[in-house]
């Protein structure tokens, strides 16, 4: 089992950054993939980013590319997701979570913290 809290949101203008933060419990935490996914209003979730059990490995959006970074700390249980260049349609609650594989299907993750709200005004 493992149990999620993300900290980090806020309002920020565009063109500006965040750091989102994921605090993990548990100490099976480096074995999971971590993901970041994101939910606006009147949309579905949808997936942002992920990185394997080392952090050897990450995968994005297109529509984050080049403008975030996901990052694992695994020694403080940690995974962070720095947002760079942000713009309005980044707006939506952000919500890390921990699958077994990499996946940008949120049904294979199987843990999820509450989620933070990002708010990026024009």
Known sequence: QVQLVESGGGLV???GSLRLSCAASGR?????????FRRS??????????ITWS???TYYANSVKGRFTISRDNGKN????????LKPEDT??????AASGP???S?????WGQGTQVTVSA
């Open 13 to 15: 203008q565009a063109g």
């Open 28 to 36: 099976t935490f480096s074995s999971y993939v971590m993901g970041w």
């Open 41 to 50: 209003p009147g949309k579905e979730r949808e997936f942002v980013a992920w």
């Open 55 to 57: 952090g050897g490995s």
């Open 78 to 85: 940690m995974v962070y997701l720095q947002m760079n260049s």
């Open 92 to 97: 939506a609650v952000y919500y890390c979570a």
């Open 103 to 105: 996946n940008t299907d």
């Open 107 to 111: 049904k294979a993750f199987l843990y």
